[in-house]
Nanobody
């Protein structure tokens, strides 16, 4: 059974930085595309960033473009989300997700493309 465990969340002041990590179980992590989503109170869960299995392609929501970097270390079965210049509107529960079904990259912005999800990590940005 695949498990995804997020870490690195917390409370940070506006303008600060934070790095989320997602450790995955599973021998074939290196063949999965990975994504990050977030869910803020009163809003739908939204796409944040995604990375293809090879790290060749990365995708970002407009709201975080230029402030976020997604990366992965296949040797460690881990994907990262570095967030800089954080804003109060970045406050949310951040979820790591895995696509083990090799969907096309252009589908990685969609929640339905992912078949495994982590439990979430709270990120709170104070003003």
């Amino acid at each position: 059974q695949v498990q995804l465990v997020e870490s690195g969340g917390g409370l940070v002041q506006a303008g600060g930085s934070l790095r989320l990590s997602c450790a995955a179980s599973g021998r074939t992590f290196g063949t999965w595309s990975m994504g990050w989503f977030r869910h803020a109170p009163g809003k739908d869960r939204e796409f944040v960033a995604a990375i293809s299995w090879s790290s060749r392609n990365t995708y970002y929501a407009d709201s975080v473009k230029g402030r976020a970097t997604i990366s992965r270390d296949n040797a460690k079965n881990t994907v990262y989300l570095q967030m800089n210049n954080l804003k109060p509107e970045d406050t949310a529960v951040y979820y790591c997700a895995a696509d083990s079904r090799n969907n096309h990259d252009w589908l990685l912005r969609l929640r339905a493309s992912y078949n495994y999800w982590g439990q979430g990590a709270q990120v709170t940005v104070s003003s």
